[in-house]
């Protein structure tokens, strides 16, 4: 038998997770956003999945699923600006029916503590906001070498829950997000490098009045 990679390792077990919240009805509408690996594993498994990349951020949906979900380890905090953040948060809302399910995973400030700077080559970390400029360099098969940077954002349950709340969810939990094994018993405490986001939509998701023009 082959031995499966960790990444294959981790997908089933997100699944799991997945189908577990949505308990098993393969009868729900499923859109994932950002790694294509969680969808092609549930349609196997029989679910009815749509997939759209992560910037892909104007979603072209509204009220169409019962569950979205963005798994990704590293996807949420690789949307480059604030404002970019809320935009795709709040267009996953709208592409939600009313008490639709939206999970997500997002990597924590105490990553920084875990994996100080000295440890990422050509890793520039801003501490009074966060953020995370990497520079990585790499030889391809043709010996051609290539380099691109990427730009991330470590989030708190306090910077999230703000944005969920403003477009009308009604309940937001928040645990510790383990590769491959999310479980909702994994209490969040501070020292958590990864949270997994559980939020239910209301009746029906808004964008504030103040913000529309914002956001518009």
């Known amino acids: 038998m082959k031995k499966q990679n960790w990444l294959t390792q981790s997908t089933i077990g997100e699944c799991d997770f997945i189908e577990k919240e949505i308990k098993f009805d393969k009868s729900l509408k499923l859109l994932n956003i950002g790694a294509e690996r969680h969808s092609i594993e549930l349609a196997k498994r029989g679910y009815q999945v749509a997939y759209i990349e992560l910037y892909d951020l104007r979603l072209p949906f509204d009220s169409e699923f019962d569950v979205a979900f963005m798994l990704c380890e590293s996807g949420f905090p690789l949307i480059e600006a604030d404002e970019m953040v809320f935009l795709a948060l ?45 520079l990585v360099e790499f030889e391809d098969k043709f010996g051609n070498k290539k380099k691109f940077s990427y730009d991330e954002l470590y989030y708190e349950c306090y910077n999230i829950k703000p944005f969920l709340e403003l477009l009308g969810y009604k309940k937001i939990d928040m645990f510790e997000a383990k ?38």
Do not use: C, M, W
């Not at 209490?187 to 518009?216: D, W």
């Open 179 to 216: 590769r491959g094994a999310l479980s909702r018993e994994d209490k969040l405490i501070s020292s958590n490098t990864e949270r997994l986001v559980i939020a239910e939509k209301g009746e029906k998701g808004h964008t504030p009045p103040f913000l529309q023009q914002i956001f518009s």
């Open 90 to 134: 709040r267009d996953v809302t709208k592409s939600l029916k009313p008490h639709g399910k939206f999970i997500f995973t997002s990597i924590g400030k105490s990553f920084l503590l875990a994996f100080p700077p000295d440890e990422f080559e050509r890793s520039s970390y801003k501490l009074t906001n966060f953020r995370d400029d990497t």
